[in-house]
């Protein structure tokens, strides 16, 4: 891999030409050949193939035009490949949108839904170039395992009813109700889609073992169309299931609703924007474990701004960084952006010229790829491991799934990432130690000529590790409970890296009490931010003495009395 492959974005620590530098950019620097362009080429295509069908479908599952999908992902998919930050990510329609697209366009019309994906551009790319994405870093891996999985089950499942030809006039889009729906038309079964499909399925299996060269699912889809016309096989295609392909699809205009409607559309044009983000950036995180590559959080999401913004000019629903299209793009060889502007540029062809030819790609085809997708994406390894070695955040990557399989995948991504900041929380306050030493004699000097270390007696604690609200209170708490109290404190904070306002409060909370009690307060060994955050939040500047350089003198630690360590 080169160089760039491995850029971490660290936000602030570089220059803002860093930060936002296209990856389509970084790989056409770094030795971009024939064959890469070959490559992209093919995976253009096979992603196209596959989101004709996707794109037209989640259009209109949200209650509008199969026009609507095709133009995001036409729009959204070229500037996410352009500007974005990953090599493989593609944009587009996405299914987590079809509820909260079906409910705008319930409440405020086509044009309200157009005008609040133009919002949440605008509301990307601000966070985008606030470098907001940098936090992403901070996700759990378990999450977007456990999501990553989730969003397979639900594939698998959607994909159920034109692997088996199933003649369902209404499927549900939720997963129980899916099901259910399944079981219910099983009787349904059309022999020659299940003949087509499972052919499918073998020649996708034969070519991985033995004909990996022969073109991967570029082959495997032009195979499907060529048999099913030449045996003239009786099965659902494009064409037949969508009524064809509308010639013109990018129409540009500006959304016609007054100043009192955006107002009103605010709401609605956050949540797609906090949506799209989460999306995309798990998308990058995902395609990154797959391929080892390292994405720009930050250009990602500038990038998301200008293709929501641009997808509203251009009549499409909200775009985002699509799971299940990435990973297409992927399996299907891509080595760059290049092979997502191509999947652009093909889906306009398609539909501007090869319309007629598109739509009689048979269903059942589509469904085999679809599933041997599906399965990909399961990451079975990195779950046996997780399970094997960590029994929290097997409990996290399966609320992560099953969230996303039965609610939604916007709930599944919030509880799991909660649910893990928690989780980091309880490890993190393991880590917390508190000594109480051997108290100090008469006449040592240690801690300076006016010093407590000149009273008999003063207690010396020592705390090793980050001091946050998880942990301060009962730390504090023990302290105050030392009887006989001391009649001074010295409170060695050499081993603490960081504390943050809630265990400051918590410690000027303890201070200020034994003050009251004519006891001293002296802090050893601060770092410059911990003392830093301890003047910030000190009620009065006389209750607390601070010694920089103070090493407090005692004998060797002693154990602490029993319930004043953090267990």
Do not use: C
Not at 25 to 31: D, H, I, Q, T
């Amino acid at each position: 891999m080169t160089e760039a492959n491995h850029t971490v974005d660290h936000g602030g620590a570089k220059s803002f030409a860093e930060t936002f530098t296209p990856r389509l950019f970084e790989a056409l620097r770094s030795g971009y050949s024939l064959d890469d362009f070959k490559s992209d080429v093919s995976a253009g295509f096979s992603v196209a193939v596959v989101s004709l069908p996707l794109a037209m479908a989640l259009a209109i599952a949200s209650g509008l035009s199969p026009a609507a999908g095709l133009a995001a992902a036409i729009v959204g998919g070229f500037f996410t490949s352009l500007l974005g930050g990953s090599r493989y990510q593609i944009g587009g329609p996405a299914t987590a949108f079809v509820a909260l697209i079906a409910t705008t366009v319930e409440n405020h019309g086509v044009e309200g839904l157009l005008a609040a994906t133009i919002m949440a551009g605008l509301i990307l790319l601000a966070l985008g170039y606030m470098r907001f994405g940098t936090y992403i870093k901070y996700l759990p891996h378990s999450v977007p395992v456990g999501f990553t999985a989730g969003v397979a089950v639900i594939l698998l499942a959607s994909q159920a009813r034109d692997f088996l030809g199933l003649k369902i006039a209404h499927e549900p889009a939720g997963f129980l109700p899916k099901l259910e729906a399944l079981s219910e038309h099983l009787g349904s079964v059309h022999f020659q889609s299940l003949l087509l499909a499972s052919a499918t399925l073998a020649f996708i299996v034969y070519q991985r073992i033995r004909k990996p060269w022969w073109g991967g699912m570029m082959t495997t889809i032009a195979a499907g169309a060529a048999v099913a016309f030449v045996l003239g096989l009786d099965v659902d295609t494009i064409g037949s299931r969508y009524g064809g392909i509308p010639h013109a699809v990018l129409k540009a205009s500006i959304p016609g609703v007054g100043l009192a409607t955006l107002l009103e559309l605010v709401p609605a044009a956050i949540a797609i924007a906090a949506l799209g983000a989460m999306e995309s950036l798990l998308s990058a995180v995902v395609a990154d474990g797959m391929t080892g590559e390292r994405h720009n959080s930050n250009a990602e999401l500038v990038a998301q701004g200008w293709a929501n913004l641009f997808a509203g000019f251009f009549g499409g629903v909200a775009s985002a960084g699509a799971l299940t299209r990435t990973a297409t793009n992927i399996r299907a060889g891509a080595k760059s952006p290049i092979a997502g502007v191509s999947s652009a540029l093909f889906l306009l062809a398609f539909v501007s010229l090869a319309a007629p030819l598109a739509t009689h790609i048979p269903l059942p085809t589509l469904a085999a790829v679809l599933l041997v997708i599906a399965f990909d994406m399961i990451d079975r390894k990195t779950i046996v491991s997780i399970l094997r070695r960590d029994k929290e955040e097997a409990v996290l990557l399966f609320t992560t799934l099953l969230l996303t399989v039965f609610r939604d995948a916007t709930e599944g991504i919030a509880v799991g990432v909660s649910f893990g900041a928690l989780l980091f929380m309880h490890r993190m306050a393991e880590f917390v130690e508190w000594h109480m030493l051997a108290g100090l004699s008469q006449g040592q000097g240690a801690i300076g000529a006016n010093a407590p270390g000149r009273d008999a007696g003063a207690l010396v604690y020592r705390f090793e590790g980050p001091l946050f609200f998880g942990v301060a209170s009962t730390i504090f708490e023990a302290l105050e409970r030392i009887d006989p109290p001391p009649p001074a404190y010295v409170i060695d904070f050499r081993m603490v890296p960081f504390i943050d306002a809630s265990a400051a409060e918590s410690f000027f909370a303890f201070a200020e009490q034994a003050h009251k009690e004519g006891r001293r307060i002296v802090v050893a060994g601060a770092n410059k931010a911990v003392r830093r955050k301890l003047i910030a939040n000190q009620p009065s500047r006389h209750i607390v003495e601070f010694r920089m350089d103070d090493e407090p003198e005692s004998s060797q630690a002693r154990p602490t009395p029993p319930g004043d360590n953090h267990e």
